[in-house]
């Protein structure tokens, strides 16, 4: 599996760490949940270990049975991309072209 960076591993770590905290909350095992989510107690266990080798389509499962699954989708809402905002209006061009043919005359 490709190394990641630390700052990746601290994130993981802290999304597992919740994620069991959710559960928790809820009051189901770990074998209740890996039920509900369709895949394996490992997988469970993997997901709050903060394993950054779970797929992402588990993870979405996770977030799915604690009632979460919108928190996920929100999370590169282009509308909600301040970098990518700025990023836009630095780049923008100082005019723009007419897209009509030089030959196609106004009516």
Same mark, same amino acid.
């Given at each position: ?27 189901? /095992? ?48 282009? /509308? ?28």
């Amino acid at each position: 599996m490709k190394q990641v960076t630390p700052a990746v591993s601290r994130a993981v770590a802290r999304i597992g760490s919740s994620f069991k905290t959710a559960r928790l909350r809820r009051r189901l /095992s770990q074998k209740d949940m890996a039920m509900k989510m369709g895949v394996s107690l490992g997988t469970v266990q993997r997901i709050e270990r903060g394993d950054p080798g779970v797929a992402i389509g588990n993870i979405a499962m996770a977030f799915l049975c604690i009632n979460c699954l919108e928190k996920l989708e929100s999370v590169l809402d282009p /509308s909600l991309d301040e970098i990518g905002a700025v990023m836009d209006a630095v780049y923008l061009p100082k005019r723009a072209r007419s897209t009509i043919p030089k030959n196609q005359s106004a009516d």
